[in-house]
Protein backbone atom coordinates (compact mmCIF):
# COMPACT_ATOMS: atom_id res chain seq x y z
CA UNK A 1 0.00 0.00 0.00
CA UNK A 2 1.25 3.46 -0.83
CA UNK A 3 -0.80 5.14 2.16
CA UNK A 4 0.66 3.93 4.92
CA UNK A 5 -1.19 3.84 8.41
CA UNK A 6 1.53 2.68 11.68
CA UNK A 7 -0.08 0.14 13.75
CA UNK A 8 -0.46 1.09 17.18
CA UNK A 9 0.22 -2.36 17.79
CA UNK A 10 1.62 -5.94 16.16
CA UNK A 11 0.61 -9.44 18.54
CA UNK A 12 -0.29 -7.97 21.54
CA UNK A 13 2.33 -5.65 21.77
CA UNK A 14 2.63 -1.76 21.07
CA UNK A 15 4.40 -0.51 18.34
CA UNK A 16 6.87 2.33 20.05
CA UNK A 17 10.02 2.42 17.70
CA UNK A 18 10.28 2.25 13.92
CA UNK A 19 13.71 1.08 12.89
CA UNK A 20 16.05 2.41 10.46
CA UNK A 21 15.87 2.27 6.83
CA UNK A 22 12.17 1.04 7.55
CA UNK A 23 10.78 3.19 4.30
CA UNK A 24 13.96 4.33 2.77
CA UNK A 25 14.20 4.03 -1.20
CA UNK A 26 10.49 2.95 -1.11
CA UNK A 27 7.14 3.89 -3.22
CA UNK A 28 4.83 4.88 -0.50
CA UNK A 29 3.21 8.19 -0.72
CA UNK A 30 2.15 9.01 2.78
CA UNK A 31 2.96 7.91 6.48
CA UNK A 32 0.72 8.60 9.76
CA UNK A 33 2.10 7.67 12.40
CA UNK A 34 0.42 6.00 15.18
CA UNK A 35 -0.37 7.14 18.83
CA UNK A 36 1.82 4.24 20.12
CA UNK A 37 4.92 5.60 17.94
CA UNK A 38 7.80 6.86 20.36
CA UNK A 39 11.03 6.95 18.12
CA UNK A 40 11.94 6.95 14.65
CA UNK A 41 14.94 6.10 13.62
CA UNK A 42 17.80 7.54 11.01
CA UNK A 43 17.25 7.44 7.65
CA UNK A 44 13.76 6.12 8.45
CA UNK A 45 12.00 7.86 5.23
CA UNK A 46 15.39 9.03 3.44
CA UNK A 47 15.47 8.55 -0.32
CA UNK A 48 11.69 8.32 -0.90
CA UNK A 49 12.63 10.52 -3.87
CA UNK A 50 9.43 11.38 -5.60
CA UNK A 51 6.68 9.64 -4.14
CA UNK A 52 6.49 10.37 -0.36
CA UNK A 53 4.26 13.59 -0.23
CA UNK A 54 2.57 13.56 3.30
CA UNK A 55 3.70 13.10 6.80
CA UNK A 56 1.71 12.98 10.04
CA UNK A 57 3.55 12.70 13.63
CA UNK A 58 1.58 11.76 16.52
CA UNK A 59 1.76 13.15 19.96
CA UNK A 60 3.52 10.66 21.09
CA UNK A 61 6.28 11.03 18.80
CA UNK A 62 9.81 12.18 20.68
CA UNK A 63 12.64 11.25 18.96
CA UNK A 64 13.90 11.49 15.33
CA UNK A 65 17.36 9.70 14.38
CA UNK A 66 19.45 11.71 11.73
CA UNK A 67 18.52 12.22 8.00
CA UNK A 68 15.26 10.97 8.85
CA UNK A 69 13.79 13.53 6.04
CA UNK A 70 16.82 13.67 3.81
CA UNK A 71 16.03 13.66 -0.05
CA UNK A 72 12.70 14.04 -0.41
CA UNK A 73 11.93 16.05 -3.55
CA UNK A 74 8.17 16.16 -3.51
CA UNK A 75 7.13 16.60 -0.05
CA UNK A 76 4.35 18.90 -0.06
CA UNK A 77 3.35 18.62 4.08
CA UNK A 78 4.42 17.36 7.18
CA UNK A 79 1.76 17.85 9.96
CA UNK A 80 2.17 17.23 13.85
CA UNK A 81 -0.96 16.71 16.33
CA UNK A 82 -1.33 19.62 18.45
CA UNK A 83 -0.76 17.88 21.50
CA UNK A 84 2.96 16.39 20.61
CA UNK A 85 5.32 18.17 23.29
CA UNK A 86 8.74 18.32 20.80
CA UNK A 87 7.72 18.85 17.48
CA UNK A 88 5.64 21.52 15.55
CA UNK A 89 5.40 23.32 12.51
CA UNK A 90 5.68 26.77 11.29
CA UNK A 91 6.31 28.16 8.42
CA UNK A 92 6.36 24.71 6.59
CA UNK A 93 9.31 24.10 8.27
CA UNK A 94 9.41 21.02 11.00
CA UNK A 95 11.28 22.28 14.20
CA UNK A 96 12.10 20.58 17.23
CA UNK A 97 11.65 22.66 20.24
CA UNK A 98 14.28 20.81 21.94
CA UNK A 99 17.14 21.27 19.82
CA UNK A 100 16.13 24.37 17.66
CA UNK A 101 16.48 22.61 14.88
CA UNK A 102 15.02 22.31 11.37
CA UNK A 103 14.47 18.74 10.33
CA UNK A 104 12.81 19.43 7.44
CA UNK A 105 11.62 22.16 5.12
CA UNK A 106 8.99 21.99 2.35
CA UNK A 107 7.32 24.23 -0.47
CA UNK A 108 7.31 27.59 0.19
CA UNK A 109 9.07 27.76 3.44
CA UNK A 110 9.87 30.71 5.81
CA UNK A 111 12.49 30.10 8.29
CA UNK A 112 11.23 31.19 12.11
CA UNK A 113 13.15 34.54 12.96
CA UNK A 114 11.99 34.89 16.38
CA UNK A 115 15.21 32.46 18.06
CA UNK A 116 13.26 29.39 17.81
CA UNK A 117 15.76 27.96 15.47
CA UNK A 118 19.20 27.97 15.66
CA UNK A 119 20.27 25.29 13.40
CA UNK A 120 19.77 23.72 10.24
CA UNK A 121 19.34 19.69 10.44
CA UNK A 122 20.89 16.95 8.19
CA UNK A 123 19.05 17.17 5.25
CA UNK A 124 16.63 19.69 6.22
CA UNK A 125 16.23 21.19 3.06
CA UNK A 126 17.75 18.76 0.86
CA UNK A 127 16.38 18.07 -2.74
CA UNK A 128 13.95 21.49 -2.01
CA UNK A 129 13.37 23.03 -5.25
CA UNK A 130 14.43 26.80 -4.43
CA UNK A 131 15.78 30.20 -5.70
CA UNK A 132 16.02 32.02 -3.22
CA UNK A 133 17.33 31.50 0.37
CA UNK A 134 17.62 33.65 3.33
CA UNK A 135 18.71 32.31 6.47
CA UNK A 136 17.30 34.23 9.57
CA UNK A 137 20.12 35.81 12.18
CA UNK A 138 20.76 33.11 14.84
CA UNK A 139 21.33 30.21 12.52
CA UNK A 140 24.47 29.13 13.76
CA UNK A 141 25.28 25.81 12.28
CA UNK A 142 24.23 24.37 9.18
CA UNK A 143 24.67 20.28 9.16
CA UNK A 144 25.63 18.05 6.50
CA UNK A 145 23.55 17.74 3.15
CA UNK A 146 21.16 20.12 4.66
CA UNK A 147 20.59 21.68 0.73
CA UNK A 148 22.33 19.46 -1.13
CA UNK A 149 20.96 18.73 -4.92
CA UNK A 150 18.51 22.01 -4.70
CA UNK A 151 19.58 22.16 -8.06
CA UNK A 152 17.87 25.57 -8.90
CA UNK A 153 19.05 27.49 -5.81
CA UNK A 154 21.33 30.34 -7.33
CA UNK A 155 21.17 32.91 -3.93
CA UNK A 156 21.56 32.27 0.18
CA UNK A 157 22.06 34.53 2.32
CA UNK A 158 23.94 33.52 5.35
CA UNK A 159 23.76 35.49 8.81
CA UNK A 160 26.28 36.81 10.92
CA UNK A 161 27.02 34.70 13.45
CA UNK A 162 26.64 31.47 11.67
CA UNK A 163 29.99 29.18 13.27
CA UNK A 164 29.62 26.08 11.14
CA UNK A 165 29.21 24.73 7.40
CA UNK A 166 28.70 20.80 7.70
CA UNK A 167 29.72 17.82 5.20
CA UNK A 168 28.55 18.49 1.94
CA UNK A 169 25.65 21.26 3.05
CA UNK A 170 25.15 22.60 -0.80
CA UNK A 171 27.10 20.02 -2.72
CA UNK A 172 25.66 19.44 -5.88
CA UNK A 173 23.83 23.00 -6.23
CA UNK A 174 24.54 23.29 -9.52
CA UNK A 175 22.94 26.71 -9.87
CA UNK A 176 24.67 28.67 -7.05
CA UNK A 177 27.22 31.22 -8.37
CA UNK A 178 28.63 33.17 -5.65
CA UNK A 179 28.51 32.73 -2.05
CA UNK A 180 29.46 34.89 0.93
CA UNK A 181 30.17 33.61 4.13
CA UNK A 182 30.26 35.68 6.94
CA UNK A 183 32.89 37.14 9.74
CA UNK A 184 31.39 35.04 12.21
CA UNK A 185 32.18 31.59 10.20
CA UNK A 186 35.00 29.64 11.97
CA UNK A 187 34.78 26.16 9.73
CA UNK A 188 33.83 24.49 6.32
CA UNK A 189 33.31 20.89 6.41
CA UNK A 190 34.79 18.78 3.73
CA UNK A 191 32.96 18.67 0.31
CA UNK A 192 30.50 22.10 1.75
CA UNK A 193 30.27 23.43 -1.86
CA UNK A 194 31.65 20.04 -4.05
CA UNK A 195 29.79 19.59 -7.50
CA UNK A 196 28.43 22.88 -7.26
CA UNK A 197 29.58 23.57 -11.24
CA UNK A 198 28.70 27.31 -11.64
CA UNK A 199 30.05 28.47 -8.20
CA UNK A 200 32.55 31.03 -9.36
CA UNK A 201 33.71 33.34 -6.43
CA UNK A 202 33.14 33.15 -2.90
CA UNK A 203 34.22 34.90 0.04
CA UNK A 204 35.64 34.10 3.31
CA UNK A 205 34.88 36.16 6.44
CA UNK A 206 38.37 36.93 8.70
CA UNK A 207 37.26 34.55 11.24
CA UNK A 208 37.77 31.27 9.50
CA UNK A 209 40.14 28.93 11.56
CA UNK A 210 39.76 25.73 9.69
CA UNK A 211 38.53 24.33 5.90
CA UNK A 212 38.12 20.53 5.14
CA UNK A 213 39.74 18.75 2.71
CA UNK A 214 37.21 18.65 -1.10
CA UNK A 215 35.48 21.93 0.03
CA UNK A 216 35.16 23.27 -3.12
CA UNK A 217 35.69 19.21 -5.02
CA UNK A 218 34.53 20.11 -8.81
CA UNK A 219 33.36 23.34 -8.44
CA UNK A 220 34.13 26.25 -10.85
CA UNK A 221 35.44 28.21 -8.31
CA UNK A 222 38.34 30.46 -9.68
CA UNK A 223 37.63 33.77 -7.55
CA UNK A 224 38.52 33.67 -3.48
CA UNK A 225 38.66 36.08 -1.46
CA UNK A 226 39.72 36.31 2.21
CA UNK A 227 38.80 39.27 4.62
CA UNK A 228 41.42 38.70 7.07
CA UNK A 229 45.31 39.04 6.57
Known amino acids: DKDVVVASSYKGYPVTDIRYDAFAGSWITSVTLSDSVIRVDYSVFMNCYKNLKQIHISKSVLEFGHDAFSFLQNLESITVSPENPRYYVAGNCLIDRETKEVLRGWGDFTIPDDGSVTS ?23 DSSAFAFCASLKRISLPGGLLTIGDGSFDSCTSLESITLPDSLTKIDSGAFAYCENLSSIKIGRHIERIEKEVFYSSAVKDIQYAGT
Not at 129 to 139: A, D, Q, S, T
Open 120 to 142: IAEGAFSCCNIVNVVLPKGITKI
